[in-house]
């Protein structure tokens, strides 16, 4: 009976906004050395009295609420990639409402402000000097994690290479006296630090190669 009334809205009565979420990418996070995180456009749903759903936006909602997600598409720009000024933890709420209304969206773009920008900021310009600290912090942590990571690795093999130069040196001695040693092997690598021992096995080799000498009275002529 009513093919020809206007279709009734999924959400009718209920609260209805678009807006853009974030959520933080943990592998350019971590690449980053600082949270940083993706803008995805999402739709608000709340009935009054009742908890709010969140999720993205699908075809039907832009269809079904054509002129909010207009007023949304007028307000929002593209997406920048960087550490929205909302998931700082060193921004207050009032001071991010002012730089955002500046067009400040992100730290990074705070972070190269302009000196012409800086004094239209006034008082708020010492978030730019604070995000400049907390960029470079956050290299900073990450070039020292990288710094100790390849350090790591660097020993690692330094000391592989030790425990085989110490594997070929025992074969060697059992080869020419008969001597299993395959107990002790083990235990020497673990327990020696590797500048001893790494100056015992030159030090032995360099013995093992000296002429052995004779034992007993020289020959009469």
Same mark, same amino acid.
């Given at each position: 009976?009513?093919?020809?009334?206007?279709?009734?809205?999924?959400?009718?009565?209920?609260? @209805?906004?678009?807006?853009?979420?974030?959520?933080?990418?943990?592998?350019?996070?971590?690449?980053?050395?600082?949270?940083?995180? *993706?803008?995805?456009?999402?739709?608000?749903?709340?009935?009054?009295?009742? *908890?709010? !759903?969140?999720?993205?936006?699908?075809?039907?909602?832009?269809?079904?609420?054509?002129?909010?997600?207009?007023?949304?598409?007028?307000?929002?720009?593209? @997406?920048?990639?960087?550490?929205?000024?909302?998931?700082?933890?060193l921004m207050s709420g009032s001071a991010m409402r002012e730089l955002q209304y500046l067009g400040f969206k992100t730290v990074e773009q705070l972070s190269v402000a302009t000196d012409e920008a800086k004094r239209k900021l006034?008082?708020?310009?010492?978030?730019? !000097? +604070?995000?400049?600290?907390?960029?470079?912090?956050?290299?900073?942590d990450q070039s020292e994690v990288v710094k100790l990571k390849q350090l790591l690795e660097r020993e690692t093999r330094r000391r592989e290479q030790l425990e085989h130069k110490l594997e070929l040196f025992m074969q060697r001695i059992e080869a020419s006296e008969g001597?299993? +040693?395959?107990? @002790?092997?083990? !235990?020497?690598?673990?327990?020696?630090?590797?500048?001893?021992?790494?100056e015992g096995i030159i030090e032995a080799e360099d013995e093992a190669l000296e002429e052995p000498k004779r034992r007993g009275r020289p020959k009469k002529t």
């Open positions: 009976m009513n093919n020809g009334g206007q279709r009734k809205k999924r959400y009718a009565g209920a609260n @209805v906004k678009f807006f853009n979420a974030y959520n933080e990418n943990e592998r350019k996070s971590i690449e980053a050395g600082r949270p940083i995180f *993706d803008e995805i456009p999402s739709i608000s749903i709340q009935w009054p009295g009742h *908890d709010e !759903t969140v999720r993205r936006i699908e075809p039907q909602d832009m269809q079904e609420y054509p002129e909010a997600y207009a007023k949304f598409k007028t307000g929002s720009e593209t @997406v920048v990639d960087g550490t929205p000024l909302a998931e700082w933890p006034g008082p708020l310009s010492k978030f730019v !000097t +604070l995000a400049k600290e907390w960029l470079a912090a956050a290299k900073s001597t299993d +040693l395959r107990g @002790v092997r083990r !235990t020497i690598a673990q327990d020696i630090p590797d500048e001893a021992l790494e």
